[in-house]
């Protein structure tokens, strides 16, 4: 892991996001999310059903500017994604047929854990996920892609008052010109794609304006998210790729926001 990266002592994180992809498992039925919690009761006592995940492998060259044809598919079962969460709500675990991914959130104003907890988590849950799947007579799968999510919440009070104050918030963005007809700005929704080099990847950054559900507080949601395929399937190579995408995200969180708000969330190099 590298430690010459950006660091914040009072970062606004608030999610992270860690996660595979792969082909679907064949042999993976409803019963084994029954399964698969009595292994993981003991930290994740919670259970919930949701929808599953669309698929969201990365494509590049001209391929990305090809619109998917809908389809229409009849399936005997219907396709789901579990959570199996802690009682606070802090660590997540999602599980699909084709996904496998570990969440932090904040709860109770804990701080960030820093990566260098959240990556050996879930490797951990990952060797535990691939054990009980060769228990239960299931291939392990071939990831076919990584993904890296951080979530930011920048409240309003707090880091901002009016979106006259993105200048002061993103490094890209320049103080409006004199409009003669007009407003000011009532909300914004910004997205930027970045080339990760040699065809590692893609660095998503979306900010966008949102009410908070856990308290109605106003925010400018800031998320960073990189996806790539790793060298491998093996877990080091996996952990590899993460480490190259933690430093996308990382690097390119300090990029894109300003030197006002490194002041504000402490940064230390």
Same mark, same amino acid.
């Given at each position: 892991?590298?430690?010459?990266?950006?660091?914040?002592?009072?970062?606004?994180?608030?999610?992270?996001?860690?996660?595979?992809?792969?082909?679907?498992?064949?042999?993976?039925?409803?019963?084994?999310?029954?399964?698969?919690?009595?292994?993981?009761?003991?930290?994740?006592?919670?259970?919930?059903?949701?929808?599953?995940?669309?698929?969201?492998?990365?494509?590049?060259?001209?391929?990305?500017?090809?619109?998917?044809?809908?389809?229409?598919?009849?399936?005997?079962?219907?396709?789901?994604?579990?959570?199996?969460? @802690?009682?606070?709500?802090?660590?997540?675990?999602?599980?699909?047929?084709?996904r496998f991914i570990r969440n932090w959130r904040q709860a109770d104003s804990d701080p960030y854990p820093r990566y260098e907890t959240l990556r050996p988590a879930f490797?951990?849950?990952?060797?535990?996920?691939?054990?009980?799947?060769?228990?239960?007579?299931?291939?392990?799968?071939?990831?076919?892609?990584?993904?890296?999510?951080?979530? @930011?919440?920048?409240?309003?009070?707090?880091e901002w008052s009016s979106f006259d104050d993105l200048p002061e918030i993103l490094s890209c963005w320049s103080p409006a010109p004199s409009f003669t007809f007009l407003p000011s700005?009532?909300?914004?929704?910004?997205?930027? @794609?970045?080339?990760?080099?040699?065809?590692?990847?893609?660095?998503?950054?979306?900010?966008?304006?949102?009410?908070?559900?856990?308290?109605?507080?106003?925010?400018?949601?800031?998320?960073?998210?990189?996806?790539?395929?790793?060298?491998?399937?093996?877990?080091?190579?996996?952990?590899?790729?993460?480490?190259?995408?933690?430093?996308?995200?990382?690097?390119?969180?300090?990029?894109?926001?300003?030197?006002?708000?490194?002041?504000?969330?402490?940064?230390?190099?």
């Amino acid at each position: 892991m590298r430690t010459d990266l950006p660091d914040f002592a009072a970062p606004p994180l608030i999610e992270t996001v860690f996660g595979v992809e792969f082909p679907p498992l064949k042999a993976w039925d409803i019963r084994h999310y029954g399964l698969l919690w009595q292994d993981v009761r003991d930290e994740y006592p919670v259970f919930q059903v949701q929808s599953p995940l669309r698929s969201t492998i990365e494509r590049f060259g001209v391929d990305v500017f090809q619109q998917t044809e809908p389809r229409v598919e009849l399936v005997s079962v219907p396709d789901l994604r579990c959570w199996f969460t @802690n009682h606070s709500g802090s660590k997540l675990l999602q599980v699909q047929k084709d996904r496998f991914i570990r969440n932090w959130r904040q709860a109770d104003s804990d701080p960030y854990p820093r990566y260098e907890t959240l990556r050996p988590a879930f490797e951990v849950e990952w060797r535990r996920f691939c054990e009980f799947l060769a228990r239960n007579s299931i291939e392990i799968p071939e990831v076919v892609q990584c993904e890296v999510t951080y979530i @930011n919440h920048l409240e309003r009070g707090r880091e901002w008052s009016s979106f006259d104050d993105l200048p002061e918030i993103l490094s890209c963005w320049s103080p409006a010109p004199s409009f003669t007809f007009l407003p000011s700005l009532e909300t914004a929704l910004i997205r930027a @794609n970045y080339l990760m080099p040699d065809g590692k990847g893609r660095l998503s950054i979306v900010l966008q304006h949102a009410l908070r559900g856990s308290d109605a507080k106003e925010v400018l949601q800031l998320m960073l998210t990189a996806r790539g395929k790793p060298g491998g399937t093996s877990p080091a190579e996996m952990l590899a790729w993460f480490d190259l995408g933690r430093e996308w995200v990382v690097r390119g969180f300090a990029d894109i926001t300003s030197k006002r708000m490194h002041d504000h969330w402490e940064r230390k190099q």
